[in-house]
């Protein structure tokens, strides 16, 4: 077998908007596709994702977030994935998710401090490969680094 290390350089873009209630993004995060003549050879699709969702209060303690994500690549069916979060005084996050006609899942957040969230994740596939993979199960952690910052809001949601 004749492998060969080389470089791949490449580019994304995107944009992202959000207010206090709302978020709206698009990107590429390979915009340069990898082509060859070779037939064995690993090829770069350009993927293209939109994120739209929000959070909305439902009683004094509990908000809802609900989002949709959507990604598309030549040669692929578009995914769609819908998720759907409550979250409980700002502090537990108990959410659900579900990748159309492929997946569905659950997670499970809670903000320790208020720089540090540790979460689990689990997906469980609805296809065929399932017969070959038992689903995936995730260890979750996010850290703010900019807390102190007096423009940075916590909780974040987005």
């Known amino acids: 077998m004749n492998v060969q290390n080389q470089i791949n350089p490449n580019v994304g873009f995107g944009v992202y908007y959000h207010d206090e209630h709302f978020f709206l993004g698009l990107s590429s995060p390979r915009i340069l596709e990898k082509s060859s003549t070779n037939p064995n050879a690993y090829l770069e699709q350009r993927h293209y994702f939109g994120i739209i969702g929000g959070v909305f209060p439902v009683c004094a303690k509990w908000k809802l977030r609900p989002s949709i994500q959507v990604k598309a690549t030549a ?20 959410g659900a998710m579900n990748r159309w006609n492929a997946a569905a899942g659950g997670f499970l957040q809670y903000q320790i401090t208020r720089q540090f969230r540790l979460g689990l994740a689990s997906e469980y596939g609805m296809t065929a490969i399932r017969n070959y993979n038992n689903g995936t199960f995730e260890v979750l952690m996010s850290y703010d680094f900019n807390y ?7 909780p974040r949601y987005f």
């Open 148 to 154: 102190k910052k007096t423009d940075v809001k916590s």
């Open 75 to 94: 040669g692929a069916p578009l995914s769609t994935d819908i998720s759907l979060a409550g979250i409980f005084n700002d502090k537990l996050w108990i």
